[in-house]
């Protein structure tokens, strides 16, 4: 059986996730205490107990949910898990080449917080928007992206079949958003993010990470990684750097993501936790697959994968 681990994003945060990770297992409380020492603050005081507010904040939320992921990642292998190929959405990508031996932990985990001050430093509060778009076609959206008069928006998510995201200026986008509704979209959500990520807004905030990313030893990766920017399996050190950067001003192709996967020959996910987000999506994009979410219990998820 070909698994792969996949990993979360932002939005999948929620006050205590990992909580009850630490509570059965010693490789969780040491990601979490690895975690604290590199940031300086208590990752596992503000995962467990918030408030919402601060965990929330992009700049604490993502090293926030790596860690949770790494941590269940590090049980899952201590109990003889092994994935065949890695992928993350979005933030996730991050967690993905931990796993793939790319990059060390401490790196990624002071990494991720730096990125969430780049993005939100990229546009002013309040200036940009994402929304997920739901019942359209991806075609469909980009036409109504392009149709837009006000102001720029963008595809930034092709998440599954029937839903895609899109993030640009926020006049722009509640333009679209109209636009879609007008062309039949089932529901038109505006998202709770603080910055509008995969687009061109984030030019300024990809071309700081690159310095950053410069800054890092990357290895070679131990396990195939399939990036978010091509949906493509990455081997080599320049590759995944590169792909780190065009991500952040470019649309994810998380749908083309799992499906390449699946042409490899993967037959089962395996979603870290936190959250169900992708296990939802990969059931749109392949109801044959087994999916499989850590977010159930370690134990569950080890006796499904054994059972096959």
Not at 136 to 145: A, H, N
Not at 241 to 260: F, G, I, N, T, Y
Not at 284 to 302: F, H, K, M, N, Y
Request: proline residues 4%; hydrophobic residues 45%.
């Amino acid at each position: 059986m070909n698994i792969a681990f996949v990993f979360p994003g932002q939005g999948s945060q929620y006050v205590g996730m990992g909580k009850v990770l630490c509570e059965g297992f010693g490789e969780a409380r040491e990601t979490f205490r690895e975690a604290s020492d590199a940031l300086g603050y208590d990752v596992a005081e503000l995962c467990f107990h918030g408030p919402k507010d601060e965990l929330n904040r992009t700049f604490r939320t993502q090293p926030s949910i790596l860690t949770v992921s790494i941590a269940t990642e590090r049980v899952l292998r201590a109990k003889g898990i092994r994935p065949s190929v890695v992928a993350g959405h979005s933030l996730g990508e991050y967690a993905a080449l931990v796993a793939a031996g790319v990059l060390s932990f401490r790196d990624a985990v002071v990494l991720t917080e730096k990125r969430g001050r780049l993005m939100q430093d990229a546009v002013p509060e309040g200036r940009g928007l994402m929304a997920a778009v739901l019942g359209l076609g991806r075609e469909q959206v980009d036409r109504i992206c392009l149709s837009v008069t006000s102001g720029y928006v963008t595809a930034a998510n092709y998440n599954c079949p029937g839903q895609t995201v899109i993030a640009g200026e926020r006049e722009a986008v509640e333009e679209a958003m109209t636009l879609a509704r007008e062309a039949g979209a089932k529901r038109v959500i505006a998202l709770a993010v603080s910055a509008p990520s995969h687009c061109a807004l984030m030019i300024e905030a990809s071309t700081k990470l690159a310095d950053e990313l410069n800054r890092i030893r990357f290895n070679p990766p131990d396990v195939p990684v399939v990036n978010n920017a091509d949906a493509m399996f990455l081997n080599t050190v320049g590759s995944i750097k590169a792909s780190l950067v065009k991500q952040l001003d470019s649309p994810l192709l998380w749908e083309d993501s799992v499906r390449a996967m699946i042409d490899a020959g993967v037959t089962t996910f395996v979603e870290m936790c936190p959250g169900r987000v992708l296990s939802g999506l990969i059931k749109r994009i392949d109801p044959g697959v087994t999916v499989l979410s850590a977010e159930d219990g370690i134990e569950q998820t080890l006796a499904r994968i054994k059972n096959g």
